[in-house]
T-cell receptor, first 112, second 115 residues
Framework: GQQVMQIPQYQHVQEGEDFTTYCNSSTTLSNIQWYKQRPGGHPVFLIQLVKSGEVKKQKRLTFQFGEAKKNSSLHITATQTTDVGTYFCAGRIHEGNYQLIWGAGTKLIIKP | NAGVMQNPRHLVRRRGQEARLRCSPMKGHSHVYWYRQLPEEGLKFMVYLQKENIIDESGMPKERFSAEFPKEGPSILRIQQVVRGDSAAYFC?????????????FGEGSRLTVL
C-alpha cells in the first residue's frame, strides 16, 4: 500500500544546533502537510506544500517539497527548547482525497 | 471560537467494559476523523465521518469498535469489551473541507487505559 517513510525516528541535538527530518513517499503526492506534537499534546498543523519544488519558511523553520512531489523536508535552524516535540508529515495521494498518509514522526530531543 | 473538544481526557476501564469517547468538532466543521496513537508511535487513521454518515471506516477494527456522528450532538467512538491492547490516545480531528485540501484541527485527545 501507499506509504510515507519518515526519518530519522529520533534526533538528539544541542540547543542551537540545526535539525532536519525527511519524508519520502512511494507514490507522487498531491500535497503534503506538516504537524508538530509537543510531548503529551496533540498534533498542530504547521504548513501545507502543494507545488513541485515549493519552499516555505516560518521564522527558523524551512519546509521543502521535492520536484517530483515524492519527498519533503523540514529544517529547523538554531533549535530552541520550545522546538521539542515530534514532527509528522502527512501526504495526500490524490487531489480531493480526504485520506492523509502519515509518516511515523521524528522526535526532536534537546540534549541537556 | 472553541477548538475541537474531546472528552473525557482520561478514561480508565477494566477489561470487558465499554469505552465511549466524545468529540465536538470546531464550529462550522462537518467532517470528523478519528485517529489512534500508541505511545512513541505515529497516528493511525480509524474512521472518517460526516453528519449522519460514515464515509470511510477502513482503519477501524471490524469487531468491538463503532463510530457515529449524529445530526445533533458530538461524534462518538465506542469500544465494546475493551482489551489491554486498546490502551492508547484517541484523537479526533475536524476539517471544513473534507474532500479538499484542508488542514486538520485536532482535539487534545482521550487517553484510554485498560486495566
Amino acid at each position: 500500500g501507499q506509504q510515507v517513510m519518515q526519518i530519522p525516528q529520533y534526533q538528539h541535538v544541542q540547543e542551537g544546533e540545526d535539525f532536519t527530518t525527511y519524508c519520502n513517499s512511494s507514490t507522487t503526492l498531491s500535497n503534503i502537510q506538516w504537524y508538530k506534537q509537543r510531548p503529551g499534546g496533540h498534533p498542530v498543523f504547521l504548513i501545507q506544500l502543494v507545488k513541485s519544488g515549493e519552499v516555505k519558511k516560518q521564522k527558523r523553520l524551512t519546509f521543502q517539497f521535492g520536484e517530483a512531489k515524492k519527498n519533503s523536508s523540514l529544517h529547523i535552524t538554531a533549535t530552541q527548547t520550545t522546538d521539542v516535540g515530534t514532527y509528522f508529515c502527512a501526504g495526500r495521494i490524490h487531489e480531493g482525497n480526504y485520506q492523509l498518509i502519515w509518516g511515523a514522526g521524528t522526535k526532536l530531543i534537546i540534549k541537556p | 471560537n472553541a477548538g475541537v473538544m474531546q472528552n473525557p481526557r482520561h478514561l480508565v476501564r477494566r477489561r470487558g467494559q465499554e469505552a465511549r469517547l466524545r468529540c465536538s468538532p470546531m464550529k462550522g466543521h462537518s467532517h470528523v476523523y478519528w485517529y489512534r496513537q500508541l505511545p512513541e508511535e505515529g497516528l493511525k487513521f480509524m474512521v472518517y465521518l460526516q453528519k449522519e454518515n460514515i464515509i470511510d471506516e477502513s482503519g477501524m477494527p471490524k469487531e468491538r469498535f463503532s463510530a457515529e456522528f449524529p445530526k445533533e450532538g458530538p461524534s462518538i467512538l465506542r469500544i465494546q469489551q475493551v482489551v489491554r491492547g486498546d490502551s492508547a490516545a484517541y484523537f479526533c480531528a475536524s476539517s471544513s473541507r473534507g474532500l479538499n485540501t484542508g488542514e486538520l484541527f485536532f482535539g487534545e485527545g482521550s487517553r484510554l487505559t485498560v486495566l
